[in-house]
């Protein structure tokens, strides 16, 4: 997939030399580095959301009066007592909260937990074809590899 900007380059892989090869497998295992490492940032962000969506069930009319631990930070918490059953405020990011009713903020949540899980998909599909051409690139860096020892292991016998 490329932007407006990019071009998409085809390149004959059989073309190229043993070092050109090299710097193309470099190249693609850091690409497929940065994939790994955005797949567990989203699954991560997945599992945060899913947790929020799951709380929210276990808030009913019955609820008002109990008392929770709120979380201040991702490791701080401190004690509370839910005023109102019917809403709650949302961390949408970057500092924002809003106030939604339980089931808006579930629908946000189930709305956040789909896109992440499509982002994934996205990022699993990408890096499955610089899979398959990193796989390709090192099929003719090993058969390069034979042909120039075979070509040394005959030159030696001469």
């Known amino acids: 997939m490329a932007s ?9 892989l059989s073309k190229l030399n043993l070092q050109q090869l090299t710097h193309i497998k470099q190249q693609l295992d850091q ?9 567990h940032t989203l699954k991560i962000a ?3 959301f899913q947790e929020s969506g799951d ?8 609820s008002k009066g109990k008392e929770i631990l ?3 930070t991702g490791s701080m918490y401190v004690p509370g007592k839910i005023a109102d059953s019917e809403k709650v405020i949302i961390d949408i990011g970057t500092g924002y909260y809003i ?17 992440v899980t499509e982002q994934m998909e ?32 005959l030159q030696a016998k001469t």
């Open 46 to 48: 997945q599992g945060k």
């Open 99 to 115: 106030s939604k009713d339980i089931d808006g903020a579930k629908e946000y949540f189930k709305h956040k937990i789909n896109f």
């Open 70 to 72: 709120v979380p201040l």
């Open 4 to 12: 407006k900007g990019q071009q998409i380059q085809e390149i004959d």
């Open 31 to 39: 690409e497929l580095n940065v994939f790994q490492d955005s797949l």
């Open 55 to 62: 709380s929210l069930e276990k808030i009913n009319s019955n």
């Open 122 to 153: 996205k990022i699993q599909s990408m890096g499955m074809e610089k899979s398959k051409i990193r796989d390709a690139v090192m099929e003719i860096m090993e058969e390069r590899l034979r042909v120039q020892l075979a070509q040394q292991q």
